[in-house]
């Protein structure tokens, strides 16, 4: 998981606040996203952005808002947390397209969200 | 769309049989597809990848996947399981087309009984 960074690794939030998870990576990548993983559900694709100022909407966008104002960063927001919103979250980001056969994708550790 | 069925989410084997990990695909165009392990509480970790190079795949720590277009499978496999392969496998595609990211099967889960 070297190259993307992910805070925090945990944290507890209360219904209706909201929150930042952070994710910078220092690769130069253009290509970052982020994924929700819940029990049987596998990891679910939220926002994901292919460069600066350009981000586009994934599987499970609702109660999440992304911006991409630097190729290093892709914070994710949660704009007022609900339960169901408890879940692992992921970072990934590549240097190109996905399927590229010489590309290598990165993900960084997970961030544990607790909404109470 | 493409997509991926994990045909089993919890397979039970003994340490040191063989493990079968079926996955089935669905993709318009020859797919670029992969296999990641997550032990508990933890990341996720790149097993193989198929790039339409070869259709057996080697990855790390034993294990292979071999990608059959005529059945739209890309199952994986290990000849001896150990204790330490017990954990989450996800089969993923990456669209042939576009930038949409990868997409991720439901998960199957290992356990290796001693």
């Known amino acids: 998981n070297a190259g993307v960074t992910q805070t925090p690794k945990f944290q507890v939030l209360k219904t209706g606040q909201s929150m930042t998870l952070q994710c910078a990576q220092d690769?130069?990548?253009?290509?970052m996203s982020w994924y929700r993983q819940d029990p049987g559900m596998g990891l679910r694709l939220i926002h994901y952005s292919v460069g600066a100022g350009i981000t586009d909407q994934g599987e499970v966008p609702n109660g999440y808002n992304v911006s991409r104002s630097t190729t290093e960063d892709f914070p994710l927001r949660l704009l007022s947390a609900a339960p169901s919103q408890t879940s692992v979250y992921f970072c990934a980001s590549a240097k190109g397209a996905y399927r590229d056969p010489g590309n290598t994708i990165y993900f960084g550790e997970g961030s544990w969200l607790t909404v109470v | 769309a493409q997509s991926v069925t994990q045909l089993d989410s919890h397979v039970s084997v003994s340490e040191g049989t063989p493990v079968l990990l079926r996955c089935n695909y669905s993709s318009s165009y020859s797919p670029s597809l992969f296999w990641y392990v997550q032990h508990p509480n933890k990341g996720l970790q790149l097993l193989l990848k198929y790039t339409s190079a070869a259709t057996l795949v080697k990855g790390i720590n034993g294990f292979e996947a071999e990608f059959k277009k005529s059945e739209t499978s890309f199952h994986l496999t290990k000849p001896s399981a150990h204790m330490s392969d017990a954990a989450e496998y996800f089969c993923v595609v990456s669209p042939f087309s576009g930038n949409t990211p990868l997409v991720f099967g439901k998960g199957t889960r290992l356990s290796v009984i001693a």
């Open positions: 690769m130069n990548h253009e290509y």
